[in-house]
């Protein structure tokens, strides 16, 4: 770039940053400028590929306790990342000061980095073909008008709606509300540039309940890319309760096997087990339980997963990829058996494939259900135990040996019996996926992965 041409591109960052310093924000046309800059510095210092992404994200959070304020934090960051590569060597540099200054010696950085770093045929931008053409709107921005007053008021309501419940709950650890908002621009040499804003809202409760000298503890949570969406605040706190004093008089119980039904917010993770386990690193590192498996039968035929990645309001909605790669629909296990993988362009690239729009993860999973609900599941496993909590990471994921422990209720004749703890459910994932008997309608939508209740027709429960 010539030295006037220089001056005058700093003369027009110098005035976005006016703009920036006057609203201490930076939206989506300050920071997709900010993202060409860094692209023109790159391509000035002779890279052969670069990539550049810049965010900025605010938020507040308000704890309450025991009707008092315990802690209010609001959080005001911003960074900017690049990439670059030169003759199959990447380097990558950061910074927070979003300046021109900082930004040009960012990219000096990566440069510089990218001449210390071993040679990776792998390497590389994805393929410029397949970059979103059309950056849609996802309804995923809707900001939440509260301030620190309101948000405090909310989570001191939610606490005492548990603690009023019943008189069992004799204490919390308190009550948050949140809120998020996040804007992200990327672009990369191919000549992609794209940006787009998306919230986040909260509100948890944290409750602790007390007979006979035990006490028991659990929680309740809404979230939501929009505040309009979320449960009220007094409905988590009764949430909360109801939940923890379900689970006093818990009892150990001996070892048997029996069906196993994992509760909806429990049940996306049984799945993710497996997300995980067909991801792209996990493939090419030869780490996976699931390794090669593509056309494999892995679930009953009654299983589907598919990933839907422009739902409106979503929690895992994106017009495109980590790498700008345009996402689309597809069904990754049809009938229970596996399409496909997990992949960014660097591990479809090692596997001899091409990118499935995965770089940053998966979007929006479904898990499709049948016509009944947890209680009805309950009645249909007759006796057996219902998982309301995991407890220790007891997943192998090369093996897919499963060991958990957990907290729930024991189920006899259809019905609810008692609580029960100290006790860990255990199988291999390859085996207990084939023994899913049933997929509840009762889909929690709160995360990435939405999936009823999951029936496990048997597992090896172990006791006292």
Request: proline share 2%; with cysteine.
């Amino acid at each position: 770039m010539r030295h006037a041409d220089r001056q005058i591109a700093d003369q027009g960052i110098t005035g976005i940053m006016g703009t920036i310093a006057k609203s201490e924000l930076l939206g989506r046309a300050e920071l997709e400028s900010l993202v060409t800059l860094a692209l023109d510095e790159a391509k000035t210092q002779g890279v052969d590929q670069a990539e550049v992404a810049a965010s900025q994200d605010t938020g507040l959070s308000a704890t309450a306790r025991l009707g008092d304020v315990e802690s209010l934090e609001y959080t005001n960051d911003r960074g900017i990342g690049i990439t670059v590569f030169k003759d199959s060597r990447k380097g990558s540099a950061s910074t927070s000061d979003m300046s021109p200054a900082a930004i040009r010696e960012a990219v000096t950085k990566a440069c510089t980095f990218a001449t210390l770093t071993a040679q990776d045929e792998f390497s590389g931008l994805a393929d410029a073909d397949l970059m979103c053409t059309d950056v849609r709107d996802l309804d995923l921005d809707h900001p939440w008008d509260v301030d620190a007053t309101k948000a405090i008021e909310m989570a001191i309501e939610s606490e005492e709606a548990g603690l009023k419940f019943d008189k069992r709950v004799s204490n919390s650890e308190g009550a948050t509300v949140s809120t998020n908002r996040g804007t992200r621009a990327y672009g990369n040499s191919h000549g992609f540039l794209g940006g787009y804003s998306r919230t986040s809202h909260s509100i948890t409760c944290v409750l602790l309940a007390e007979a006979d000298g035990v006490m028991q503890r659990d929680y309740h949570y809404t979230s939501a890319r929009s505040a309009n969406d979320l449960d009220t605040s007094a409905e988590v706190g009764r949430r909360a309760a109801e939940k923890t004093v379900e689970r006093l008089g818990a009892r150990k119980m001996k070892t048997t096997r029996a069906p196993v039904l994992y509760v909806p917010e429990l049940a996306r993770g049984f799945i993710g087990h497996a997300i995980s386990a067909i991801a792209g690193g996990a493939q090419y590192r030869r780490s996976s339980f699931l390794l090669d498996a593509v056309g494999e039968t892995l679930f009953p035929d009654f299983v589907n997963i598919q990933e839907r990645p422009h739902l409106p309001k979503g929690m895992a909605s994106a017009p495109y990829d980590a790498e700008g790669v345009g996402t689309y629909d597809r069904d990754i296990v049809s009938e229970g058996v596996l399409q496909g993988y997990i992949l960014s362009s660097y591990s479809a690239r090692r596997l001899g494939l091409v990118t499935t729009a995965n770089a940053g993860g998966s979007q929006n999973l479904i898990v499709p259900g049948g016509d009944k609900d947890k209680d009805a599941l309950i009645k249909e496993m007759g006796t057996g135990l219902v998982v309301s909590e995991l407890i220790g990471q007891g997943v192998n994921g090369v093996t897919g040996d499963y060991s958990r422990g957990v907290v729930g209720h024991w189920v006899e004749n259809g019905e609810i019996q008692y609580p029960v703890h100290e006790v860990t459910i255990a199988g291999n994932l390859r085996d207990l996926y084939q023994r899913i008997a049933a997929i509840g309608n009762d889909q929690d939508v709160r995360s990435g992965i939405r999936c009823g209740s999951i029936l496990v027709e048997e597992m090896t429960i172990a006791g006292a």
